[in-house]
């Protein structure tokens, strides 16, 4: 089996995963960043991370924290299969010689083309997804227009193509690159510098998985530090009513949610962005290694 065949199955698994492990947690950030700002004297939908999941299960039952999950996980395989295709064929691209440890920056730079490549597949499965978790949120809008709420990930696509053609299935492509590109650039580089922290130099095969855990678990943390608020921007983008929009773009989104909830605004739902991002990137990288290593 080739290299890019071995990478594509690897990052299958590990795709698979974190789905797994972090799907609920994504559910609970895109309810909380794309509610809408209460009216002066009224309260918010939901009073914080804890009261979202309680208010989701108590409306739909436990099954509601995986809503939306078909639409990534569908395309899981995909996803990640070309993030770690791409990356590996980055790798290959850098190495001064067949085998060589890369550094870190290197590293950075096949994290950030990966970034890019993904990008084009990451923005419809996420505003399909996105507009699925929001739609209790966005439930009393549509009831008050007696509009009828898709019921899936296929539905969610016909709606958007009736009202925007195939274009608006990469509503908040902008945003996503701003997300992807630098996100997996640091991602792996974090991944790496902490592995070869541990190791003690280039050479990290004889790490154990509990090493790749914490490596996974602070990649993913450092991951959402820096990208969060670009996050927040392509969620409300991918949310809003193609029809009458409230946001005309990024800059815009940007503009309106710091003038509306100031900049704590741009971090709405990090905790559970957060909680999700040490697990479920741990899992990732656990998961694909150990495939990845089993392959040869």
């Not at 009261?51 to 509601?64: F, H, L, N, S, Y």
């Not at 996420?126 to 699925?132: D, Q």
């Not at 439930?139 to 709606?159: I, N």
């Not at 640091?186 to 070869?196: D, N, P, S, T």
Request: with cysteine; glycine share 12%.
């Amino acid at each position: 089996m080739g290299n890019i065949a071995k990478d594509l199955t690897a990052g299958t698994v590990g795709g698979v995963a974190n789905l797994v492990v972090g799907h609920p947690f994504d559910t609970i950030k895109v309810k909380l960043q794309s509610q809408p700002s209460p009216a002066p004297g009224h309260l918010p939908k939901y009073a914080g991370a804890l009261d979202a999941v309680k208010q989701t299960i108590a409306a739909e039952g436990p099954r509601g924290l995986y809503k939306g999950m078909g639409a990534p996980l569908a395309t899981v395989a995909a996803f990640n299969a070309l993030l770690f295709a791409v990356r590996g064929q980055m790798e290959s691209l850098l190495r001064s010689e067949p085998g060589a440890p890369l550094t870190v920056k290197q590293q950075v730079v096949a994290g950030a083309g990966a970034g890019f490549a993904v990008s084009f597949l990451a923005c419809p499965t996420e505003l399909i997804k996105c507009r699925l978790q929001a739609q209790s949120s966005l439930a009393e809008a549509a009831a008050a227009s007696s509009v009828a709420l898709p019921k899936g990930p296929l539905d969610v696509a016909k709606h958007v193509m009736k009202d925007a053609g195939l274009k608006g299935l990469f509503k908040g492509l902008v945003p996503t690159m701003g997300r992807e590109i630098p996100g997996n650039a640091i991602m792996f580089g974090v991944y790496e510098a902490v592995k070869q922290y541990m190791a003690g130099g280039q050479d990290t095969s004889s790490l154990g998985q509990g090493s790749l855990i914490l490596a996974g678990g602070l990649a993913g943390g450092a991951l959402w530090l820096t990208v969060y608020p670009t996050d927040v921007v392509k969620s409300v983008i991918q949310v809003d009513d193609y029809k009458k929009p409230r946001f005309s773009g990024s800059i815009d989104a940007l503009k309106k949610i710091v003038t509306a909830d100031g900049v704590k605004g741009l971090y709405k739902g990090f905790g559970p962005a957060m909680a999700r991002s040490v697990p479920a990137n741990a899992a990732t990288f656990v998961a694909y290694e150990i495939t990845r290593s089993a392959m040869g």
